[in-house]
């Protein structure tokens, strides 16, 4: 049983390694108009840009899709070539030949793997005025962040013979799948400063929060029952059945189909009564002729949480006794195939009620310099801050975006962040005539080159149609190019390099 969840765990780990983040090498990219979705004050070049899902044809080719992981460990961590008679085979941490304790010191405290998603169904855009800019999106989002505490695999691996105190804290999950509503204007307040504001409505589909995670497991030496000591609470909006005891606990719990009934489907997938409201900012100011500044905030918001709400909670006022639980009762052919009732049995106080509750968004922080090198070459660097459910996570990207040609745009990217130095990245726009298909990932090129130490991979695509895209005079290339050219006269005349 121990080594069957270990390898559960580790399977997982290996699964989801050539998946993504979400990107940070997209912020730079003016070319793209899909870079004001973290970059609020960044305003498309043409006047009107349409793409998404529902746009004929172009809308899924390819599809306008991203989708992000973010692993705790690297492949290698958990595959690798053992040692001795075993140099020529690939083996597991629960192998002999290997030391398990190792691989648990390479583990976090708590460990999260992360993913996000976005599919847009439709986005446009089109200039307001000489200094304005309109966007409107809608999309789908999905966004789960999973805990899983060193704990756990020590305590699977080793059995409570060997751990007689693990705790659990941080165990959770933290998910959540809605509908995006954005309107976003950005506006050029004067020649050295813009600013991008969107706001967002959420409708929510389904979710599990976790917003208590307390759990210790305790064995005493001559037992093999499990004291529990928890203040462990989950809400969820999935449609549940629960039945309770004379006490007020929870007795027998199933899950409720609602989609036997036809007229439940728009209830329960469109229009759900579940609302949230978000917003984004950011804005850029021109330092000096060469170099400027960003600063932009994405997904500050909630979701209230209220069709079929209910919240479960196991409290640690007595403690209890945990007598075990066969695997045999965990059915695994399918979702309602899952035994609840042998699950409840075994915990005989978890409460629960009806109990609407509210989500946050996690809400991204992004800081930025860029340095105008030339007329097609820009260098900057970007610094994050994502606010997750239980930690905040860091990073930082360097980039260097090129304009080779009027129909292309190439931006190279190297990134620290999730505790991993070898994220090579690479985004790129193709714009012949009306048409425009872009490319984005946070290390595309770093999972290529260095695939067993990779923890995460991004990949962003889609096509625009976009159109008015003829550069005219003072815009940014422009002012650039003539900057340039008039500091090196300057400079040759007068050997003085005058600021802005």
Avoid at 58 to 65: A, E, K, N, S
Wanted: hydrophobic content about 40%; aromatic content about 14%; proline content about 4%.
């Amino acid at each position: 049983m121990a080594k069957r969840l270990i390898y559960i765990l580790c399977f997982v780990f290996m699964f989801v390694r050539v998946s993504a983040q979400i990107d940070n090498t997209m912020y730079f990219m003016d070319r793209l108009p899909q870079s004001s979705y973290i970059n609020p004050a960044q305003t498309p070049e043409c006047k009107f840009y349409i793409g998404g899902l529902l746009v004929p044809i172009f809308g899924q080719l390819p599809p306008p899709i991203t989708f992000a992981v973010n692993l705790p460990v690297d492949y290698n961590d958990v595959i690798f070539h053992g040692s001795g008679e075993y140099a020529d085979s690939l083996i597991t941490p629960l192998h002999p030949n290997a030391d398990f304790d190792d691989f648990l010191k390479k583990l976090r405290k708590v460990n999260y793997l992360t993913t996000d998603l976005q599919l847009s169904l439709l986005n446009f855009g089109f200039k307001t005025g000489d200094k304005g800019f309109f966007t409107f999106d809608l999309s789908e989002r999905m966004f789960v962040d999973a805990g899983l505490p060193r704990s756990l695999f020590e305590f699977a691996a080793k059995g409570n013979d060997a751990v007689r105190m693990a705790d659990f804290t941080g165990f959770g999950l933290n998910a959540m799948y809605y509908h995006q509503l954005a309107f976003g204007l950005q506006h050029k307040f004067s020649k050295t400063l813009s600013m991008g504001l969107r706001a967002k409505l959420l409708v929510g589909v389904a979710s599990v929060r976790n917003s208590e995670t307390k759990l210790v497991l305790s064995t005493a030496e001559k037992t093999n029952y499990i004291n529990v000591e928890a203040e462990y609470i989950v809400n969820t909006n999935v449609p549940l059945n629960v039945t309770l005891d004379d006490e007020g606990f929870v007795s027998e719990m199933e899950f409720n189909n609602v989609f036997e009934d036809k007229s439940n489907i728009t209830k329960y997938t469109l229009l759900t009564g579940n609302y949230g409201a978000a917003m984004d900012f950011g804005f850029s100011k021109d330092i000096n002729s060469f170099i400027t500044a960003y600063f932009s905030v994405e997904d500050f918001g909630f979701i209230n949480w209220k069709t079929n709400a209910s919240k479960f909670a196991l409290y640690d006022e007595d403690s209890m006794r945990f007598e075990g639980l066969k695997f045999s009762d965990l059915k695994l052919d399918g979702f309602d195939d899952i035994n609840l009732d042998s699950i409840v049995e075994n915990f005989k106080e978890i409460h629960y009620e009806e109990q609407s509750y509210v989500t946050k968004l996690p809400t991204k922080l992004y800081a930025g310099v860029r340095y105008h090198a030339s007329k097609r070459m820009a260098l900057g660097v970007l610094g994050k801050l994502e606010f997750m459910p239980y930690k905040v996570r860091p990073s930082l990207m360097l980039t260097a975006n090129f304009k080779p040609f009027k129909f292309t745009a190439a931006t190279l990217s190297y990134s620290c962040m999730n505790g991993n130095f070898n994220n090579i990245g690479l985004g790129f726009t193709v714009h012949p005539g009306i048409t425009q298909w872009y490319f984005v990932s946070d290390n595309i090129i770093g999972a290529a080159l260095f695939p067993a130490n990779s923890r995460e991979v991004n990949v962003r695509i889609g096509c625009n149609l976009m159109f008015g895209c003829v550069k005219k005079k003072g815009t940014r290339d422009n002012q650039t190019n003539n900057a340039t050219l008039l500091n090196k006269k300057k400079h040759k005349n007068k050997g003085v390099v005058p600021h802005k």
